[in-house]
């Protein structure tokens, strides 16, 4: 008797799905870049722990912290990014986060692939797992240029406030400015005239 009543008015809803990749947080060419910076963040790891033996070692564990790091905190932020999960997270400056994430990652993919470049055997697979480890830190740089050409610079001091997922710039903790609507409204008097 109810799906006779509520059959023909009920639809489903079409932003109920999981996967909202792109969104406004990560548009599609990121989300592409993203993928790629997992794929060879995965790939410089798996190289660098088939190397079977090694003189002198720190380099390559530097390496393989650093690309294992990346490809797991990468894939995790793809993950939360492209799915509806960042919404459950108690986390509100996803912008922010994921340029400061996917700098400071390329800077030190960039620092361990000139250090394990520098100081290794020079077998097949360690000069593999290095160009792979500066493909993945070029992506890394790419994805940094992608996100300020779409969304600027999340810091910027030009005392223009960005929003911050949806919430105004003075909810979110920027300064409201001193000619604004509101302010007006609240220093009128009671009675309406002016002063």
């Known amino acids: 008797m109810a799906s006779e009543v509520y059959g023909s008015t009920t639809s489903p809803n079409p932003k109920a799905s999981w996967f909202i990749g792109p969104s406004e947080v990560l548009l599609k060419a990121r989300f592409g870049v993203k993928i790629l910076e997992v794929l060879l963040s995965f790939v410089a790891f798996i190289l660098e722990e088939v190397v079977n033996s090694c003189v002198r070692c720190s380099a390559l564990y530097f390496f393989e912290f650093v690309s294992c790091t990346a490809f797991l ?85 030009d005392g223009k406030s960005q929003s911050s997922n949806g919430v105004p710039a003075a909810a979110a903790g920027g300064a409201v400015p001193a000619n604004s609507a509101e302010e007006e409204k609240l220093t009128q008097p009671a009675n309406g005239q002016p002063e």
């Open 73 to 157: 905190f990468t894939l995790l932020l793809l993950v939360l990014l492209s799915t509806r999960l960042h919404t459950r997270v108690g986390i509100t400056c996803w912008p922010s986060l994921d340029f400061v994430y996917t700098a400071v990652i390329g800077v030190v993919f960039s620092i361990a692939s000139i250090v394990f470049a520098s100081d290794n055997s020079n077998t097949m697979m360690e000069r593999s797992a290095v160009v792979f480890g500066f493909l993945a830190s070029a992506l890394f740089f790419v994805d940094v240029g992608l996100f300020v050409k779409d969304h600027g610079f999340p810091f910027r001091r």
